[in-house]
C-alpha cells in the first residue's frame, strides 16, 4: 500500500492536512480518469462501448466537481477567486486576475494580509459611515 | 509585477508597509462618496469599461441589409497624484523611527480623496461622468451659512426625497465649512446639531472635501454606482540619492441610475 499523496512524514501532519493531501490526490486522479477516458472515446467505433465509456467519463467529471469543490471549502479564499472564473464568460486569463484582484481585497478589508494585491485595500466604506 | 513597479522602488518591505497604513490612515477619513454610494469591485487595472448595457444604431455602416450596432459603455477614469518621500525618512523608518515626517504623501492623500468627492459628486464632464449633484432633478435647497436653519432645510430635503418614492435612511454628505459650522453649534438647550440632523437623516453626516455645498442621498442602495478598476494603491515612479518619487493612484467610474435619490444643497 502506498503513501505517495505524502511528500512529508505523515505521522507528522495533521489529520486536515492528511485529508487534504488524500483529496488534493483523488482530484488528480479523477483527472487522469478523465482524460483516460477522453482518448479512448476519440478512437472507439463500437457504439455500445462508446456510451458506457461516455457515461464513465461524466461520472469522473462528477467525482473530479465533488473533489474540487471539497478543496475550496477548506480554502475559502481561494474559493472566492474561483467564483470569479468558474461558469463565466470571456477571457479567462483576464477573469483570474480580476478575480484574484477582488478577493484578496476583500480579505486585505477584513484585516488579512495583501496576498498576491498591491493596493491600500480600502473597497467600499459604507459599513465605517 | 504589476503596472505600479513597486518591487523598483529602493523601499523595504517595511517601509512599504508605513507608507500604506500612512496613505490609508489620511485617505479614509476624506472618502465621503464611499461611504454613501454602492461600490463594485475592484476589478483590477486592466478594467477599463462599465457595462452600461445599451447600443447604438450604426446604421448600414457594416453592409447592405446588415444591421449594426455598437454597444455603449463608460471608460473608467484613471487619478494620479505624486509625491515624494525622503530617503533618509525612509532610513529612519527602518531604524524603527515612528514620527517619520510624511507630509507629502499626506497632502496627495488628501488630495486624491478630495477629487475622488468631486467626481463622484460634482462629475467630470470630459469623461462622461454626471455627479450626484448635477444629475439631480429634485429642486436644490440653499444651505446658506445659518446653521439654525439647518434643520429645516434637511429635513425639507428629505421630505422631498420620500415624496418621489425613494425611502430611507438618508446620508448627507458637505462640503467642509458647512461640515465644521455643524459641528461647533448647539442648538437652544445644548443639544448638538449634528445629533439632530442624524435624527433627522436615520444615517451618517460626513465630512465631504471637495464638494461645494453638499447632498442628501438615499443609502438603500441601487441608485449611486461606483465601479473601480485599481482600488487606491501607491506605486513607484523614480528616485536619486535624496528622496523617492511616488503616486497615490486609482481607476474608477461612477454612474447615477437614480438621480432622483439625491437632493443637492448649496452653498
Known sequence: MGFDQ???????????????????????????????YHQRLSIERDPQARAIMRDALGEEFKHF?????????????????????????????????????????????????LVGSESLGIGSLRDAA | MSHLLRAHAPITEDGWRVLDEEARDRVTPALAARKLVDFAGPHGWAHSATNLGRSEALGDAAGEAVSARQRRVLGLV????????????????????????????DHAALRIAAAENAV??????????????????????????????????????????????VTGPYGLALSPEAHTRVLETSQHGG??????LREILDGPILWAPAVQGGAVLS???????????QDLSIGYLSHDDESVQLYLEESFSFRATTPEAAVALIP
Not at chain 2, 524603527?96 to 507630509?103: I, S
Not at chain 2, 439631480?136 to 434643520?151: A, F, H
Open chain 1, 6 to 36: 505524502y511528500h512529508e512524514p505523515p505521522e507528522e501532519l495533521s489529520q486536515e492536512a492528511r485529508t487534504f493531501a488524500r483529496l488534493c490526490a483523488s482530484v488528480i486522479e479523477e483527472a487522469e480518469a478523465i482524460d483516460w
Open chain 1, 65 to 113: 466537481s465533488m473533489d474540487l469543490e471539497f478543496l475550496m471549502r477548506r480554502t475559502p479564499l481561494w474559493r472566492e477567486i474561483a467564483e470569479g472564473i468558474l461558469f463565466t464568460d470571456g477571457d479567462i486569463v483576464e477573469l483570474s486576475e480580476a478575480s484574484e484582484e477582488a478577493a484578496t481585497e476583500e480579505e486585505a478589508a477584513k484585516g488579512a494580509p
Open chain 2, 78 to 105: 484613471e487619478l494620479r497624484v505624486g509625491f515624494a518621500v525622503s530617503r533618509a525618512e525612509l532610513d529612519d523608518v527602518e531604524r524603527g523611527a515612528e514620527d517619520a515626517d510624511l507630509e507629502a504623501l
Open chain 2, 120 to 165: 463622484v459628486f460634482h462629475g467630470l464632464e470630459a469623461a462622461g461622468i454626471t455627479g450626484v449633484i448635477e444629475a439631480s432633478p429634485n429642486e436644490t435647497i440653499r444651505l446658506g451659512e445659518d446653521c439654525e436653519r439647518y434643520p429645516r432645510h434637511i429635513a425639507k430635503a428629505v421630505d422631498a426625497l420620500r415624496a418621489v418614492g
Open chain 2, 191 to 196: 443639544y448638538p446639531l449634528l445629533e439632530h
Open chain 2, 219 to 229: 443609502l438603500r442602495g441601487g441608485d449611486f454606482l461606483f465601479e473601480s478598476g
